[in-house]
């Protein structure tokens, strides 16, 4: 005998098959089962047949293990096959939910013939519908991130999809200074629906999140989405320059192939917002935006209570280049956020006077730096600050994020 059967007949002759397994008949499935591991590069049939012809076991009316399980494997198969075919994919992996009864009976046959080079059902059932439905799909099983995981309940006859999601990163430029990054509930109602906001139960009309992520629902016909940006600004701050990056995850999408550069058109009709750099992405991407820690430039028009010199002004402001500022939670998002003090790097900073009362502020700081607690010091909570520092009181007119600096770092 080659390819290994020798041993596992020697293996099952070891183990007094024959006599243990009298009262017990079992399948080919179930007896190649039982030394599946002795010997590779063979399937359980060839296996649990060899040791049945040499030991001239009987087959019975039916396996006491599985039951005839393994008779219904192209019933399985079908039934999966079916469900796939509602569904956009290139690789695929089966799953089952056996039985518990046969997995039990199983688990006591090994410790009663103490066997240790088994092979458990549910490998064997998964591995076999795997190779029957790659050649009919035209698909292929991947382990590790399949598009699709068919779980098949053979106790139930009943098979489940885990469509795993797909990701698209790009980045977005935002022109207005009504739109938040994500939904907002309406502050009357709490997202019931009123009067006040037309029962949408929103407090502004669209987010950055619905204008870049309702295209793509309806385009891969995916049941919900989330939206990951590298940080985000307020509502009312505009986001210029290179855009900040961002995630867009859709789960269980039925259609996973995008023409991106057709969904940027799509998504850029919106007057409001426009993505650029749009490409397929990961949740690994994810994970890294989200720890990412990029400086940004910021533009800021403030308002001062009283005139200011321009030589001051500029005198105060050159004084916070290269220092570190410490910030308390803003009182502003304190209901929010932890209370606790930081340190942000101020990199840069330069103040032109529009007018009298007007100076325009470019500075670029640490992610993470509240632009307009370190122009109004937040009474005291940030400091040192502008105001405190010019000493006459000024806040943030208008800001704008004009540029995220993701890719040169500190530096660029
Ligand atoms: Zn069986
Ligand atoms: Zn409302």
New binding site residues.
């Given amino acids: 005998m080659s390819n290994g059967l020798g041993e596992v007949v020697e293996a099952a002759k070891k183990a007094e098959i024959a006599e243990r397994l009298s009262d017990k008949p079992l399948c080919d499935h179930c007896l190649g089962r039982l030394f599946g591991k002795v010997s590779t590069g063979l399937d359980n049939p060839s296996r649990g047949r060899a040791i049945r012809e040499s030991l001239g076991l009987e087959l019975g009316e039916k396996c006491w293990l599985c039951e005839g399980l393994f008779d219904e494997i192209e019933k399985f198969s079908d039934m999966i096959e079916e469900e796939l075919e509602n569904i956009e994919y290139d690789s695929f992996l089966v799953g089952s939910k056996i039985d518990p009864e046969i997995e039990s009976r199983e688990e006591n046959l090994w410790v009663e013939l103490d066997l240790h080079n088994f092979e458990i059902t549910k490998a064997e059932m998964n591995r076999e519908i795997g190779k029957i439905l790659e050649p009919r799909t035209g698909k292929v099983v991947e382990f590790k991130r399949p598009d699709v995981v068919a779980l098949m309940n053979t106790a139930f006859d009943d098979v489940e999809l885990t469509i795993n999601p797909i990701f698209v990163y790009g980045r977005y430029k935002k022109f207005v200074r009504d739109v938040p990054q994500t939904t907002w509930s309406?502050r009357?109602?709490w997202g019931v629906?009123?009067e006040?906001?037309d029962n949408t139960?929103k407090e502004y009309q669209h987010s950055v999140k619905d204008l870049i992520g309702e295209p793509f629902l309806v385009e891969t016909d995916s049941e919900d989405y989330s939206f990951h940006g590298a940080g985000r600004e307020d509502v009312d701050v505009k986001m210029l320059g290179r855009g900040r990056p961002f995630v867009l995850e859709l789960s269980r999408p039925k259609k996973r192939t995008i023409d991106l550069e057709k969904m940027q058109k799509e998504v850029n009709r919106s007057e409001a917002i426009e993505v650029t750099d749009l490409k397929p992405s990961s949740r690994k991407e994810v994970a890294e935006l989200k720890t990412a820690r990029y400086f940004k430039s910021y533009k800021a028009i403030v308002e001062l209570d009283q005139p200011v010199p321009e030589q001051k002004l500029k005198e105060v402001v050159s004084s916070f280049k290269g220092e570190e500022i410490a910030q308390q939670t803003p009182a502003r998002v304190a209901k929010r956020r932890a209370d606790k003090v930081r340190k942000r790097t101020i990199q840069d900073i330069e103040a032109t006077l529009l007018d009298d009362g007007t100076a325009e502020i470019c500075i670029k700081a640490e992610a993470g730096t509240y632009i307009k607690e370190l122009v109004n010091g937040d009474e005291g909570r940030t400091k040192p600050s502008l105001a405190e520092m010019l000493g006459v009181g000024c806040r943030v007119r208008f800001l704008d994020v004009m540029d995220i600096h993701d890719e040169d770092g500190e530096d660029g």
Avoid: A, Q, W
Wanted: include cysteine; charged fraction near 10%; charge should be positive.
């Fill in positions: 309406c009357s109602c629906g009123c006040k906001c139960g």
